[in-house]
């Protein structure tokens, strides 16, 4: 099983500013790269917005960016908007079992 | 518009059994993979089974494995999950989720309480 670890648990930020959370795999994820990243809030379903580690899904706005490969992954928000706190989760989907990680929230300072 | 609406869940005593149903529309059903993950209260995403477009490949967290079963009926656009000897631990959100570009669309949940 792949283990996904996110770092860092909360990450207490104002609008404006950059979020970068990071998502570590215990061994390499899939070839393709098939690490998703998802935006939950709460009393909602969770929301795709990147996967294949970098590709943003339909209507995800271009503040979000995914990078990395292998083990390491990052999701990155440019500019955090009052409606991007919420809670991340990472998930490798190319081996079963389809993994999360444990979540990172974005909470504002 | 892809839609997944998932029903069958509520209360129900340890030991028990319930199935889970996730009716789609708006997309081709048959041509997709579908999983279900659960959240337990306050907790994280936990990914619990996934079904091949067919239904010919099926896989299971080690967490419900010999306990629950994933089906599909793509002539009903349904997918299902069957619990049986349910425990307290399988208290959760469960959803259901299809497999296009990752797990692309969701539905909105359905609360499932193990409780005597």
């Known amino acids: 099983e792949i283990v996904l670890t996110q770092s860092p648990g909360t990450l207490s930020l104002s609008p404006g500013e950059r979020a970068t959370l990071s998502c570590r795999a215990s061994?390499?994820?899939?070839?393709?790269?098939?690490l998703a990243w998802y935006q939950q809030k709460p009393g909602q379903a969770p929301r795709l917005l990147i996967y294949?580690?970098?590709s943003r899904a339909t209507g995800i706005p271009d503040r979000f960016s995914g990078s990395g490969s292998g083990t390491d992954f990052t999701l990155t928000i440019s500019r955090l908007e009052p409606e991007d706190f919420a809670v991340y989760y990472c998930?490798?989907?190319?081996?079963?079992?389809?993994?999360f990680g444990q979540g990172t929230k974005v909470e504002i300072k | 518009q892809v839609q997944l609406v998932e029903s069958g869940g509520g209360v129900v005593q340890p030991g028990r059994s319930l199935r889970l149903s996730c009716a789609a529309s708006?997309?081709?059903?048959?041509?997709?993979?579908m999983h279900w993950v659960r959240q337990a209260p306050g907790k994280g995403l936990e990914w619990v089974a996934v079904?091949?477009?067919?239904?010919?490949?099926?896989y299971y967290a080690d967490s419900v494995k010999g306990r629950f079963t994933i089906s599909r009926d793509n002539s009903k656009n349904t997918l299902y999950l069957q619990m049986s000897s349910l425990r307290a631990e399988d208290t959760a959100v469960y959803y259901c989720?299809?497999?296009?570009?990752?797990?692309?669309?969701w539905g909105q949940g359905n609360l499932v309480t193990v409780s005597s």
């Open positions: 061994q390499s994820v899939r070839s393709t790269n098939y």
């Open positions: 294949g580690a970098s």
């Open positions: 989720a299809r497999e296009g570009l990752a797990l692309d669309y």
């Open positions: 998930q490798q989907y190319g081996t079963s079992p389809k993994t």
């Open positions: 708006g997309f081709s059903f048959s041509s997709y993979g």
């Open positions: 079904i091949w477009y067919d239904g010919g490949n099926k």
